[in-house]
């Protein structure tokens, strides 16, 4: 299956899209852990997207769907993959139309995570991920960790994203609000958009995109 999950940040696309590729035996392709990986490494693409990311905004084009178009064209993604982060504007999911149609390929749905405002303010502000695998994810409320600042799948440190301070969320926000949300009318369009409620447990909501997957698998 070709999965591509959208939503504001805070809704819980990472959470969720570990757990649903694990179920559908499909890489998790999230263009914002590719780009944290260059960072840490310090590689030249790390270097360009990091003033991007820190002020909250989107990384450029040029750099972005080369980097995502290259993840998607690796092996393990011949049979289908779920994109979480991308594309993030009109011009990416353009790209990306382009890229699928070339290689006969098609997306089987997109995935809309619906969160209220307040709720995925609260989410980032609390958040803290793990510095050896940003799926495992917990809340300083939400979610607490059995000792503090300790992942409890791993044992690796937690840290809180640069880009999670109240500050850069609401340009993030912003910046959805303006390039991201467009994106769904071009997808509802092709009749692929499957909107689900990202509140509730983690599980349920897994559970409720289980379902509404299900009958998209063709
Ligand atoms: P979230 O969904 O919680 O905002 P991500 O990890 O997906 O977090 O993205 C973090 C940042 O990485 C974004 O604010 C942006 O700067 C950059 N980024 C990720 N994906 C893209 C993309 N497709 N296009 C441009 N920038 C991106």
């Avoid at 749905?109 to 994810?137: M, Q, T, W, Y």
């Avoid at 409320?141 to 994203?161: H, W």
């Amino acid at each position: 299956m070709r999965i591509v999950l959208v939503g504001p940040p805070g809704a819980g696309k990472g959470t969720q899209a570990a757990f649903l590729a694990k179920n559908l035996s499909i890489p998790h392709i999230s263009t914002g852990d590719l780009f944290r990986a260059n960072i840490s490494q310090g590689t030249p693409l790390g270097r360009q997207a990091q003033e991007f990311m820190r002020a909250g905004q989107l990384v450029p084009d040029e750099v972005t769907i080369g980097m995502a178009i290259d993840r998607m064209s690796q092996p393990d993604a011949a049979k289908g993959f779920l994109l979480d982060g991308f594309p993030r504007n009109l011009a990416q999911a353009k790209a990306l139309d382009e890229y699928l149609h070339g290689a006969d390929l098609r997306l089987n749905a997109v995935l809309d995570l619906e969160a209220p405002e307040a709720e995925v303010v609260r989410r980032i502000a609390g958040r803290r991920i793990c510095r050896n695998d940003s799926s495992h994810v917990f809340h300083v409320t939400g979610r607490p960790p059995k000792t503090a600042g300790v992942c409890d799948e791993c044992g690796g440190e937690l840290y809180q994203r640069e880009d999670d301070s109240e500050e850069t969320v609401r340009k993030r926000l912003e910046v959805y609000h303006s390039e991201t949300e467009p994106i769904t009318d071009f997808y509802k369009a092709q009749d692929l958009v499957v909107t689900i409620p990202a509140l509730g447990k983690v599980g349920e909501v897994t559970q409720r995109a289980m379902d509404a997957l299900a009958d998209r698998s063709g």
